[in-house]
């Protein structure tokens, strides 16, 4: 079992950055993926970013990379999402998502993931 808490939404203008949290608790994290989803009205919850907890090897879709970073803290047992050059495209409800895994590959889809948290809204203002 893993528990998520997201942390660190809110109202921000274009160009602006924003720093989300995902405090994790559990029994185990080394077969861990830790993403970050996003989701507006009437459409799919889509990926933004995972992390490997035990290699830290990550994975981004095409449309923040270069301006968000995905991170963990081992010691907090916390991941972070840092977004950098925000534009009014990103405001949705971000959530933070994990499961336990063998694969080497972060998964996209967001059926395959156990757990979840609860949201937390980000708006970008143009």
């Known amino acids: 079992q893993v528990q998520l808490v997201e942390s660190g939404g809110g109202l921000v203008q274009t160009g602006d950055s924003l720093r989300l949290t995902c405090a994790a608790s559990?029994?185990?994290?080394?077969?861990?993926?830790v993403a970050w989803f996003r989701q507006v009205p009437g459409k799919e919850r889509e990926l933004v970013a995972g992390i490997r907890w035990i290699s830290s090897n990550t994975g981004y879709a095409d449309s923040v990379k270069g301006r968000f970073t995905i991170s963990r803290d081992n010691a907090k047992t916390t991941v972070y999402l840092q977004m950098n050059s925000l534009t009014p495209e990103d405001t949705a409800v971000y959530y933070c998502?994990?499961?336990?895994?063998?694969?080497?590959?972060?998964?996209?889809?967001?059926?395959?993931?156990?757990?979840w948290g609860q949201g937390t809204q980000v708006t970008v203002s143009s």
């Open positions: 998502a994990a499961l336990y895994s063998a694969s080497t590959v972060i998964l996209t889809t967001s059926d395959k993931y156990s757990y």
């Open positions: 559990g029994r185990t994290f080394s077969f861990l993926t």
